[in-house]
T-cell receptor, first 110, second 113 residues
Framework: GQNIDQPTEMTATEGAIVQINCTYQ??????LFWYQQHAGEAPTFLSY????GLEEKGRFSSFLSRSKGYSYLLLKELQMKDSASYLC???????????FGAGTRLFVKA | NAGVTQTPKFRVLKTGQSMTLLCAQD?????MYWYRQDPGMGLRLIHY???????AKGEVPDGYNVSRLKKQNFLLGLESAAPSQTSVYFC????????????FGPGTRLTVL
C-alpha cells in the first residue's frame, strides 16, 4: 500500500537545529516534497527531492534515500516563525497523485 | 498574480443542503486538485483534473462532484451535505508533473450541522 509516516510533534529551541524524519511507501516513486503549513493557513512548498542526497536551500535542507524510503527535513538556526506543521509528501509513478503525511507540528521555544 | 483563490472562506451548512466551492487560478496551470484536511490526517485527494474538461476521482471522492469547464476554474460540489464532510477544503494547482510543486489556495472551512 501507500503510506507516509512522520512524527506527530516535535519541540526545539530557538537557534538550534531540528531534523524531521519521514518514511514513505508508494507505488513507484516520482519525487518527495516538503511543505510548511502555519496554523489556519495553506501549505507552502519548501523542497523537492527526486534523487538521493541532500538539497540545501538557505536554512532548510532536505535529504532523500530512495532505497530506504526515507527523507528528512533539516531546519537550522531555528526562529520562532518556524513554529508550524511540516508535511512530507510523496508522488508515485503512473499517476497525478501525491500522498501527504499527517504532518509534524514543530514548536519552537525561546 | 492572485495565485490560487477559493470562495467562500467559511460556510456552515445543514445536513442535506448543497453547495459549490469555487477554485480559481491565474497561473495557466494544467493540473488542479481538491483536498480535504482533517485533524490528525494528511491532506486527502478528493478529485483532480489534468486539463480543461477532464476530471478524475481521487482517494475520497464519495459525496462530491467536480467540474472543470474552464482551465482556470475547478468547482467542487456537495449535493447533499453530511456531518462527515465537515473539514477544511484546499484547492491546489500545478503546472506539470515532476518537480513542480503544488500551489494551494487559502482553504474553505466547512461545517455541516
Amino acid at each position: 500500500g501507500q503510506n507516509i509516516d512522520q512524527p506527530t510533534e516535535m519541540t526545539a529551541t530557538e537557534g538550534a537545529i531540528v531534523q524531521i524524519n519521514c518514511t514513505y511507501q508508494t507505488s513507484g516513486f516520482n519525487g518527495l516534497f516538503w511543505y510548511q503549513q502555519h496554523a489556519g493557513e495553506a501549505p507552502t512548498f519548501l523542497s523537492y527531492n527526486v534523487l538521493d542526497g541532500l538539497e540545501e536551500k538557505g536554512r532548510f535542507s532536505s535529504f532523500l534515500s530512495r532505497s530506504k524510503g526515507y527523507s528528512y527535513l533539516l531546519l537550522k538556526e531555528l526562529q520562532m516563525k518556524d513554529s508550524a506543521s511540516y508535511l512530507c509528501a510523496a508522488r508515485g509513478t503512473g499517476g497525478f497523485k501525491t500522498i501527504f503525511g499527517a504532518g509534524t507540528r514543530l514548536f519552537v521555544k525561546a | 498574480n492572485a495565485g490560487v483563490t477559493q470562495t467562500p472562506k467559511f460556510r456552515v451548512l445543514k445536513t442535506g443542503q448543497s453547495m459549490t466551492l469555487l477554485c480559481a487560478q491565474d497561473m495557466n496551470h494544467e493540473y488542479m486538485y481538491w483536498y480535504r484536511q482533517d485533524p490528525g490526517m494528511g491532506l486527502r485527494l478528493i478529485h483532480y483534473s489534468v486539463g480543461e474538461g477532464t476530471t478524475a476521482k481521487g482517494e475520497v471522492p464519495d459525496g462530491y462532484n467536480v467540474s472543470r469547464l474552464k482551465k482556470q476554474n475547478f468547482l467542487l460540489g456537495l449535493e447533499s451535505a453530511a456531518p462527515s464532510q465537515t473539514s477544511v477544503y484546499f484547492c491546489a494547482s500545478t503546472h506539470r508533473l515532476g518537480g513542480d510543486e503544488q500551489f494551494f489556495g487559502p482553504g474553505t472551512r466547512l461545517t455541516v450541522l
